[in-house]
């Protein structure tokens, strides 16, 4: 994969694109089904090359001769090869916001504990069953190399979540959200989380693997051990 751009230029081309909220860009009122199609395969090839490799080791020719199509079409599409990778952004972004949701639902009117382990169960089953792999692999990317974009996604994402799982620990330890303890328990429950979902770390400490049939007992254990911890600091 070759650089194809200045790292100057890239940050500016996609801080134009934070700026704009990410923003689809309006359908042509001429495209056609062919079009449609054209569109839809760059998306699923730069999603993945974007996670695997990175914005700046993947070209425009490399999503283009993977996607089999005209190395125009990014642009035409897209308006560039930042807009493709904000419109990735935008994707991850809608269905890690349905998993929020999701999260949301099954903890109404339950208490701490029960919204803490639903949280857990919910986040390790998408993560186990969903066909979109590559979606942690980039935000991997994105915590340890931020675009521009990055706040978008701390923003309507990452604040969110924090914040769900912040309510339901500072619950259990019967304190306000901002107890500076209440950030402690936070930090240790998403680290297991981190370890569990991280598959070269998991590995390397022969951690249990992340199926489909293992996510109740994975849920479980970290809950009861998260849990046990909080109520531990708590009583301190």
Request: with cysteine.
């Amino acid at each position: 994969m070759k650089r194809e751009r200045s790292s100057a230029t890239r940050g500016a081309d996609l801080a134009r694109s934070a700026r704009a909220g990410l923003t689809r860009p309006a359908p042509r009122s001429t495209a056609t089904d062919t079009d449609r199609e054209t569109r839809d395969r760059l998306l699923d090839v730069a999603a993945v090359l974007f996670a695997e490799h990175g914005f700046d080791n993947v070209t425009v020719r490399d999503i283009c001769a993977k996607a089999s199509a005209n190395v125009a079409a990014v642009n035409y599409h897209f308006g560039g090869k930042a807009g493709l990778y904000d419109e990735v952004l935008r994707w991850a972004i809608r269905i890690m916001q349905e998993t929020t949701e999701e999260i949301r639902r099954a903890g109404e009117n339950q208490l701490p504990e029960a919204r803490l382990e639903a949280s857990i169960r919910i986040f390790l089953t998408r993560v186990a069953t969903t066909r979109n792999k590559w979606i942690h692999q980039l935000m991997l990317r994105e915590v340890n190399n931020p675009t521009p974009s990055f706040n978008l996604i701390l923003n309507e994402v990452l604040k969110p979540r924090m914040a769900y799982v912040r309510n339901a620990v500072a619950g259990i330890m019967q304190c306000q959200p901002d107890d500076p303890r209440v950030a402690m328990c936070v930090m240790s429950v998403q680290s297991q989380l981190f370890a569990i979902v991280n598959n070269p770390l998991a590995s390397r400490f022969e951690s249990p693997p992340l199926t489909p049939d293992r996510v109740d007992a994975l849920a479980r254990h970290i809950a009861c051990f998260s849990i046990a911890g909080v109520r531990g600091i708590a009583s301190r």
